[in-house]
Protein backbone atom coordinates (compact mmCIF):
# COMPACT_ATOMS: atom_id res chain seq x y z
CA UNK A 1 0.00 0.00 0.00
CA UNK A 2 1.25 3.40 -0.77
CA UNK A 3 2.26 6.32 1.67
CA UNK A 4 0.36 9.00 0.05
CA UNK A 5 -3.24 8.86 -1.76
CA UNK A 6 -3.46 8.20 -5.51
CA UNK A 7 -5.38 10.13 -7.57
CA UNK A 8 -6.66 9.64 -10.96
CA UNK A 9 -7.15 11.44 -14.51
CA UNK A 10 -9.11 9.77 -17.39
CA UNK A 11 -11.34 11.14 -20.22
CA UNK A 12 -12.59 10.44 -23.47
CA UNK A 13 -10.87 12.71 -27.10
CA UNK A 14 -12.87 13.43 -30.17
CA UNK A 15 -12.00 14.92 -33.22
CA UNK A 16 -13.92 18.17 -34.67
CA UNK A 17 -15.66 17.74 -37.82
CA UNK A 18 -17.24 14.16 -36.85
CA UNK A 19 -13.89 12.05 -37.12
CA UNK A 20 -15.30 8.79 -36.30
CA UNK A 21 -12.06 7.11 -35.43
CA UNK A 22 -9.02 9.04 -33.45
CA UNK A 23 -5.71 7.95 -34.48
CA UNK A 24 -2.25 8.70 -33.40
CA UNK A 25 -3.46 11.13 -30.61
CA UNK A 26 -1.41 11.11 -27.39
CA UNK A 27 -2.05 12.32 -24.09
CA UNK A 28 0.40 13.80 -21.49
CA UNK A 29 0.17 14.59 -18.30
CA UNK A 30 2.95 16.71 -16.34
CA UNK A 31 2.76 17.96 -12.94
CA UNK A 32 2.82 22.22 -12.39
CA UNK A 33 6.68 22.37 -12.23
CA UNK A 34 6.50 20.78 -16.01
CA UNK A 35 7.79 17.58 -15.50
CA UNK A 36 6.22 14.89 -17.46
CA UNK A 37 4.42 12.30 -15.58
CA UNK A 38 3.06 9.74 -18.21
CA UNK A 39 2.31 9.66 -21.79
CA UNK A 40 -0.04 8.02 -23.44
CA UNK A 41 -1.55 6.96 -27.00
CA UNK A 42 -5.45 7.28 -26.88
CA UNK A 43 -7.05 4.27 -26.81
CA UNK A 44 -9.20 2.79 -30.25
CA UNK A 45 -12.45 3.77 -28.00
CA UNK A 46 -11.13 7.32 -27.48
CA UNK A 47 -10.30 7.12 -24.09
CA UNK A 48 -6.91 8.00 -22.12
CA UNK A 49 -6.04 6.81 -18.15
CA UNK A 50 -3.92 7.93 -15.93
CA UNK A 51 -3.65 5.90 -12.54
CA UNK A 52 -1.10 6.06 -9.19
CA UNK A 53 -0.94 10.31 -9.51
CA UNK A 54 -0.11 11.92 -6.30
CA UNK A 55 -2.79 14.84 -4.81
CA UNK A 56 -1.82 18.18 -7.23
CA UNK A 57 -1.86 20.17 -10.16
CA UNK A 58 -1.34 18.67 -13.49
CA UNK A 59 -1.61 20.09 -16.98
CA UNK A 60 -3.19 17.83 -19.43
CA UNK A 61 -1.67 18.06 -23.00
CA UNK A 62 -3.09 16.01 -25.87
CA UNK A 63 -1.94 16.37 -30.02
CA UNK A 64 -2.67 14.43 -33.01
CA UNK A 65 -1.08 15.31 -36.75
CA UNK A 66 -3.10 18.22 -38.33
CA UNK A 67 -5.14 19.36 -35.39
CA UNK A 68 -4.67 22.02 -32.87
CA UNK A 69 -3.08 20.82 -29.10
CA UNK A 70 -5.46 21.01 -26.16
CA UNK A 71 -4.03 21.52 -22.59
CA UNK A 72 -6.38 21.56 -19.60
CA UNK A 73 -5.25 22.49 -15.93
CA UNK A 74 -6.62 19.82 -13.01
CA UNK A 75 -5.92 20.41 -9.64
CA UNK A 76 -6.52 16.69 -7.23
CA UNK A 77 -6.88 16.54 -3.85
CA UNK A 78 -7.94 13.58 -1.48
CA UNK A 79 -11.46 14.92 -1.53
CA UNK A 80 -11.22 15.47 -5.47
CA UNK A 81 -9.04 12.53 -6.70
CA UNK A 82 -10.21 11.86 -9.87
CA UNK A 83 -11.20 14.60 -12.51
CA UNK A 84 -12.56 13.34 -15.90
CA UNK A 85 -11.42 15.53 -18.92
CA UNK A 86 -13.31 15.39 -22.15
CA UNK A 87 -11.05 16.86 -25.02
CA UNK A 88 -11.96 17.96 -28.37
CA UNK A 89 -9.15 18.60 -30.94
CA UNK A 90 -10.20 21.12 -33.75
CA UNK A 91 -8.34 20.90 -36.26
CA UNK A 92 -5.01 23.24 -37.42
CA UNK A 93 -5.94 26.57 -38.54
CA UNK A 94 -9.47 26.69 -37.19
CA UNK A 95 -8.78 29.18 -34.26
CA UNK A 96 -10.40 32.32 -34.60
CA UNK A 97 -9.04 33.57 -31.12
CA UNK A 98 -4.87 35.04 -31.88
CA UNK A 99 -4.11 33.19 -28.89
CA UNK A 100 -6.38 30.20 -29.29
CA UNK A 101 -3.48 28.44 -30.66
CA UNK A 102 -1.31 26.78 -27.75
CA UNK A 103 2.62 25.74 -28.01
CA UNK A 104 4.16 23.41 -29.88
CA UNK A 105 4.93 19.81 -28.57
CA UNK A 106 8.16 20.96 -27.97
CA UNK A 107 7.27 23.96 -26.18
CA UNK A 108 5.31 21.98 -23.99
CA UNK A 109 8.35 19.86 -23.10
CA UNK A 110 10.17 22.95 -22.09
CA UNK A 111 10.49 23.23 -18.18
CA UNK A 112 7.73 25.21 -16.41
CA UNK A 113 10.18 28.29 -14.94
CA UNK A 114 11.14 28.50 -18.83
CA UNK A 115 8.34 28.25 -20.33
CA UNK A 116 6.82 30.69 -17.96
CA UNK A 117 9.61 33.22 -18.87
CA UNK A 118 8.44 32.75 -22.69
CA UNK A 119 5.28 33.19 -22.30
CA UNK A 120 5.95 36.68 -19.82
CA UNK A 121 8.22 38.03 -22.69
CA UNK A 122 5.53 37.08 -25.63
CA UNK A 123 3.17 38.65 -23.29
CA UNK A 124 5.01 42.12 -22.16
CA UNK A 125 6.59 42.06 -26.72
CA UNK A 126 2.77 41.80 -27.62
CA UNK A 127 1.17 44.70 -24.59
CA UNK A 128 4.23 46.95 -26.07
CA UNK A 129 2.85 46.24 -29.62
CA UNK A 130 -0.37 47.36 -28.69
CA UNK A 131 0.39 50.44 -26.92
CA UNK A 132 2.68 51.87 -30.07
CA UNK A 133 -0.58 51.63 -31.79
CA UNK A 134 -2.36 53.03 -29.50
CA UNK A 135 -0.21 56.44 -28.99
Do not use: C
Request: no cysteine; net charge negative.
Amino acid sequence: MSDYPEVTIEGTLRMDRSVKQVTGATVTVENAQGVVIDERRVSTNSQFHFDGLREGTYIVTAVADGYEPFQQTVELTQTESQAFVNITLKPAGSSTSPTGNLPSRTDTLAPGKARKEWEKAHFDEHADRLRRIWE
